[in-house]
């Protein structure tokens, strides 16, 4: 069983920047690839980035790369997502999400373990 609590989130001016974190309560974090996924108001929650689980690779959807930096401390077992540049299309709640294993996917189902989810609101 992993646990996932996430923190960071925060209202920001368009332009600003956040950094999530996400703290797993597992003691094989290094086996299992990270994701995160952000959810709007009224919309599907949706693929934001991933990294596998060495951090040698990741992934971004479109809208946020050169914007977003997703990282990891496989000794802290942490997780951690710098946004840059943000805008008031990337407010959401934004969760943080583990898979077992060293590929990283940007399909929610593939994902066996959520956060709560942090609020990040982008004001203009």
């Known amino acids: 069983q992993v646990q996932l609590v996430e923190s960071g989130g925060g209202l920001v001016q368009a332009g600003g920047s956040l950094r999530l974190s996400c703290a797993a309560s597992?003691?094989?974090?290094?086996?299992?690839?990270m994701g995160w996924f952000r959810q709007a108001p009224g919309k599907e929650r949706e693929f934001v980035a991933a990294i596998s689980w060495t951090g040698g690779n990741s992934d971004y959807t479109d809208s946020v790369k050169g914007r977003f930096t997703i990282s990891r401390d496989n000794a802290k077992n942490t997780v951690s997502l710098q946004m840059n540049s943000l805008k008031p299309e990337d407010t959401a709640v934004y969760y943080c999400?583990?898979?077992?294993?060293?590929?990283?996917?940007?399909?929610?189902?593939?994902?066996?373990?959520w956060g709560q989810g942090t609020q990040v609101t982008v004001s203009s």
């Open positions: 597992v003691r094989t974090f290094s086996t299992y690839a």
């Open positions: 999400a583990a898979r077992s294993g060293r590929y990283y996917s940007n399909l929610r189902t593939n994902y066996n373990y």
